[in-house]
């Protein structure tokens, strides 16, 4: 899964619809709007994609409100070399605050409904029960990675070992519901064309 960046043409947008304005300490409503769209981008990102509008709306807010408070004049901000860069920085940031803030919001990179579809978890969970092992999840992660940053970052960039996360869902899916994840392996068997094997006994 691939991160999605804001590029500068667009952002370049933002400067020509507003050519007048002045370099004010404070992002006008019209300015605020704008970057809110931008950020719409990002909506197929990975765990964005699985918020609802309501959530990806205070997101958005967040996302902006910082980018604001740390570059309080927007036309400079824009105009910025590596403008692309830095949204994209404090998308991910926020992103990574969100799931060290709350273990369940792992559950927006890895829904319920999929894990089910996966057999990593049985269906019927009631909300405790899925709250149980997302906090597991998460503790097994933080053992297995070193910050919340490089795992959200290596999810990103395709470098996660997805065969090593699926053993810790399964592991705590085990521990909490006795729940067993079973491969099966199936075997194919082709059955000759009648015709062929006629044909084959002439020869």
């Known amino acids: ?11 370049a947008l933002f400067a020509a619809a507003f050519p007048g304005c002045s370099k004010q300490r404070q992002w006008n409503h019209d300015q605020r709007k704008a970057m809110r769209e931008a950020l719409r981008d990002y909506r197929k990102m ?55 803030a709350d273990a369940r919001n792992m559950r927006h990179i890895f829904p319920y409904n999929l894990l089910v579809a996966q057999g990593v978890l049985p269906a019927g969970l009631d909300h405790d029960q899925q709250r149980a092992f997302y906090n597991c999840f998460a503790q097994k992660v933080n053992d297995t990675y070193q910050t919340m940053d490089q795992f959200f970052n290596a999810i990103l960039a395709d470098t996660t070992d997805m065969s090593q996360l699926s053993q810790l869902q399964s592991q705590c899916a085990n521990d909490l519901f006795q729940w067993v994840v079973t491969e099966i392996d199936i075997t194919e068997t082709v059955t000759p064309d009648p015709a062929q094997g006629a044909a084959t006994a002439n020869q």
Do not use: H, S
Not at 1 to 9: A, V
Not at 66 to 76: F, G, K, M, R, S
């Open 46 to 100: 990975v765990y964005l994609d699985d918020l609802t509008d309501a959530e990806f709306v205070l997101f958005t807010d967040q996302v902006a409100g910082t980018l604001e408070n740390a570059y309080p004049v927007y036309v400079e901000f824009i105009q910025m070399e590596g403008v692309d860069d830095t949204v994209d920085m404090v998308v991910v940031t926020e992103i990574v605050d969100e799931l060290n």
């Open 1 to 11: 899964m691939k991160k999605l960046l804001l590029c500068l043409p667009l952002l």
